[in-house]
């Protein structure tokens, strides 16, 4: 392995969980999460020499969105083929029930009800810890719309969460 | 955000990639990189204009030295010598000369040894072997 590669590896090792988390989140499926984490590393890769270190975490950040959203499009569009036309299909995408998801059942189907869009702004302000502010310049957005979007997501999944926050609360009652 | 908010993120932030994640990465980035080596990657434009640099001399060299005739004329006499000029033929040995400096140049920065060989090598001698070929004086004429 050249000592580029090897360098490159440390990069992999500090950014492929946030990265992978992201994608994960975004389309609820492990394989195509990490071919599309695979797919931002080696464009990073490619340009290694123009991606400063200290921007690698938001570059890859926004790149993996992007891939996300593109490979989610794309699988709008073949469902299209299969049933009449629906312009807002791409924000209710059916993600699929994948029972080697790494997200707990019942948090991956709360954020099946979320746009894949508002899955990434989840993802990244809570999952990765980036602040609004940081979000809405990695995304072109202001940070009163990344506010506004997470305040709907999280009211999303707060609603989606609550019937399996009563059954656990139901089952610890009922254990004690 | 509350305590329950935040309770039911925990997720999010325990996600790890899956196993061997890495060595993988670092596969396809070795693998981008050797596709990326090759001269189509690297210079696409100056392969095909080497390219067509060469088809061009080609056809020259052979539209001068009168294999290729037009349509509708008719095939010379089988004993009918050439009708190219010396002056002509030496032009058109200048202008391949040419030709081929210039697309060797191009392939040299594009580094590639099997277009350098053929452009540099067989082509020349293909080239060189059929001129000698059409105004060899001890050749019988074509048919």
Same mark, same amino acid.
Not at chain 1, 99 to 104: A, D, F, Q, R, V
Not at chain 1, 126 to 130: A, L, N
């Given at each position: 392995m050249n000592s580029d590669l090897q360098e490159f590896a440390d990069v992999v090792r500090a950014h492929q969980d946030a990265v992978y988390g992201l994608a994960l989140a975004t389309v609820r499926d492990p394989d195509d999460a990490a071919d599309i984490a695979q797919e931002a590393f080696v464009r990073l890769w490619r340009r290694r020499d123009e991606v400063a270190a200290k921007a690698h975490r938001p570059w890859l950040m926004k790149v993996t969105r992007n891939l996300c959203l593109d490979h989610l499009r794309r699988r709008t569009r073949d469902l299209r083929r299969m049933g009449p036309h629906d312009p807002e299909a791409l924000d209710r995408v059916p993600a699929p029930a994948d !029972?080697?998801?790494?997200? !707990?059942d019942d948090f991956d189907r709360a954020l099946g009800a979320l746009s894949p869009r508002a899955r990434s702004l989840v993802s990244l302000h809570? $999952?990765? $810890?980036?602040k609004l502010d940081e979000i809405a310049a990695m995304l072109g957005m202001t940070t009163g719309a990344v506010k506004v979007a997470l305040h709907r997501a999280r009211r999303t999944l707060r609603q989606s969460l609550a019937p399996a926050r009563t059954l656990a609360g139901h089952g610890q009652e009922n254990g004690s | 955000m509350t305590p329950d908010d935040r309770h039911d993120m925990e997720p999010l932030r325990r996600v790890k990639a899956p196993a061997g994640f890495t060595d993988r990465v670092l596969a396809a980035c070795a693998a981008d990189d050797a596709s990326r080596r090759t001269p189509f990657h690297r210079r696409p434009a100056a392969l095909w204009r080497a390219a067509g640099l060469g088809l061009a001399a080609v056809l020259a060299v052979l539209m001068l030295t009168g294999r290729v005739r037009s349509p509708g004329e008719r095939p010379q006499a089988s004993t009918a010598p050439s009708v190219v000029p010396e002056k002509d033929l030496q032009q058109a040995r200048r202008q391949l000369g040419w030709t081929l400096a210039v697309t060797t140049g191009v392939i040299d920065r594009s580094s590639d040894r099997a277009l350098r060989d053929i452009f540099d090598h067989r082509l020349p001698d293909a080239i060189n072997r059929s001129l000698h070929q059409t105004f060899d004086p001890n050749r019988k004429g074509r048919s």
């Open positions: !029972p080697e998801s790494i997200l !707990p809570y $999952g990765q $810890g980036f | -």
